[in-house]
């Protein structure tokens, strides 16, 4: 009797653990996986490519309005995904990039 084959997020978990990656950070890419699986309903991830990460990270900018910090967090997740479980190459990713924060410069007047 074969083993069972292990879920996508149980070999998503075990890679990030043999790379010692924070507890942390295991979860926080486990739960975008998650989102980006469910935005395209479910689809096996070895079935979508750079499209559909486009789409992904473009509703993230423009419906859901994530700080670029946020979207990056995303992109690096679904990056591990398929680069260091699934062992897919993923090239040329161009989406709708959320804007960073625009500081403005403070300027202090001394009355005398």
């Not at 924070?22 to 979508?48: G, N, S």
């Not at 423009?62 to 190459?89: C, R, S």
């Amino acid at each position: 009797m074969e083993p069972k084959p292990k879920k996508l997020l149980e070999q998503v978990r075990e890679v990030m653990r043999l790379r010692h990656y924070a507890y942390r950070t295991e979860e926080t890419y486990v739960q975008w996986i998650k989102r980006y699986i469910l935005f395209h309903q479910k689809r096996q991830p070895r079935e979508m490519g750079r499209v559909e990460i486009e789409a992904f990270l473009s509703d993230l900018a423009v419906n859901q309005q994530v700080a670029a910090a946020t979207q990056n967090q995303a992109l690096n997740a679904i990056l591990f995904l398929y680069q260091k479980v699934l062992g897919i190459e993923i090239i040329g990713i161009n989406a709708v990039r959320a804007s960073a924060p625009r500081n403005l410069p403070v300027v202090w007047i001394c009355a005398e």
